[in-house]
């Protein structure tokens, strides 16, 4: 079974950053997809970077510039580095993973918090 475990949460005042990091149990060169979701209160869970086994990236309009996603395979960890952030970024953030991209759900970790204050 596969488990992915989200850390690096936390509270950030208005312009600062965080590094999220999503661990994996197995190698993540076996998933040909893995992204963060991002859920705030009465919001759908939303997609914001996406990354596949080949390297292609996606953001969210939102938050393009200003994160980043990335892989390192030796870890089997996949982060998300989050600058200049604003109090609209606050809410859990999710990491989900795919072995095939024409599967619909994959894999989910547990959640992170982020919050940002004003």
């Known amino acids: 079974q596969v488990q992915l475990v989200e850390s690096g949460g936390g509270l950030v005042q208005t312009g600062g950053s965080l590094r999220l990091s999503c661990a994996a149990s197995?190698?993540?060169?076996?998933?040909?997809?893995m992204g963060w979701y991002r859920q705030a209160p009465g919001n759908q869970r939303a997609l914001v970077a996406a990354i596949t086994g080949g390297g292609t990236t996606n953001y969210a309009d939102s938050v393009k510039g200003r994160f980043a996603i990335s892989r390192d395979n030796g870890k089997n960890t996949v982060y998300l580095q989050m600058n200049s952030l604003k109090p609209e970024d606050t809410a859990v953030y999710y990491c989900?993973?795919?072995?095939?991209?024409?599967?619909?759900?994959?894999?989910w970790g547990q959640g992170t918090q982020v919050t940002v204050s004003s």
């Open positions: 197995g190698s993540i060169s076996s998933f040909d997809f």
């Open positions: 989900n993973a795919k072995r095939r991209l024409w599967e619909l759900a994959g894999y």
